[in-house]
C-alpha cells in the first residue's frame, strides 16, 4: 500500500509545485527573460540594420552604355539615370553611382564587385579580389552554441536557488509540514520538489535552446539539451542538499552559497579536466559529449538530494 501510496501521490505533488511555479510571476520572468534578452536584442539589431540599410539603387550617367547597365541590372541592381553624380552621392539617394570610368560610393563591401564589374566592362588588366561571403547559418552555429551554453549556466544556477527556495518558502508558509503530516516517506516531498525544478527548468531551457537554433543556428543542439537537463537536475539537487532547516524568515544565504559554490566547483571540473567533465552533470556543460551520461549522473544526483532531504526533515 506505500508503494501504491507513492506512486499515486509522487506525480500529483510535481503537479502541483509545477503549477504553483507557474503562477508566480517572477519565476516566469526569470525563466523567459534570458532567451528573450539576446533574441530580442539580434533582432532589433537586424532590423536597425536593414532600416539603415540603403537600397540597391545605383546612379548612372545618361551617356552610359546600355550593355553596362543591362550587365548592373543583371546583377541584382536598380539603376536610375543621375545627371549630377556628385550631388546624388552627397545627398545619399543611391550607394553609388558611375560613368562607367569614375565610381563613387560609400565604402562597403559591395563597392567591390561593382568596381569589378566596371573595370571587366572596360577590359583593364586587373579587378578587384572577390568580395568576402557573407557568414552562413553554419558558420554562425557555434557562436548560437556559445550563447546557449551560457544560458544553460544561469539556468543551472536558478536550479540551485529553485531547490533551496522551494523547501524554505514552504516551510515557513507551513505547506511543508501539511506535505511532511501526509502517511508517505519524506523523501516523496523533497523527490517532487526535485522533479518539479527540473522539469519546469528543463522544458523553459529547451525551448530557449529551439528558439536560438530558429534564429541563429545552434551548433549539436540536442546535445546542448541534454547537457543542460542534466545541469538543471544536479544543480536543483544541489539546492535541496544545502538547504538543511534553512527558512525564508531564518535566512538562507549560507546554504545559498555553499550551493551555488557547489555548482562552480562542478562545472570547473569540465574546464580543468575535460576528459572527466563529460561524464559529470554541471561539468559536462564545457565539454563535447553527448550528455546521455550527465543525465544519469543527475538522477542519481537527484536521488541521494530526496534521500538527504528525507533524514534532515525526520530531525526536524
Known sequence: MTWRRVVLALPLLTAVLIRRFLREGFVLRSLLWPAALTVGTLLATLLVFSNLRQSDTIGVSPDLQPALVDRLTDEGWTTVVTPDLASAMKKRRVWATTDGVQLWHDG????????????????????????????????????????????????????????LGMVARDRDDGSLEAELSLPLPHWVAGASRWLASTLVLSVFFAFSVLLFDAVIGVKRAPELIRHGIASCGAATALGLISVGRAGLKQGFSGPLAGGLTAAMALMSIGWAQPGVGTYVPLASLLTSGDGWIPMGGSLVLGIVASLVFSKRSARS
Open 108 to 163: 562597403s563591401p559591395r563597392a567591390r564587385r561593382l568596381e569589378s564589374i566596371l573595370r571587366q566592362h572596360a577590359g583593364a588588366p586587373w579587378r578587384p579580389a572577390e568580395q568576402i561571403r557573407l557568414p552562413s547559418r553554419s558558420d554562425a552555429a557555434p557562436q548560437g552554441a556559445l550563447f546557449t551554453t551560457l544560458v544553460a549556466v544561469m539556468f543551472a544556477l536558478y536550479g540551485v536557488v529553485f531547490g
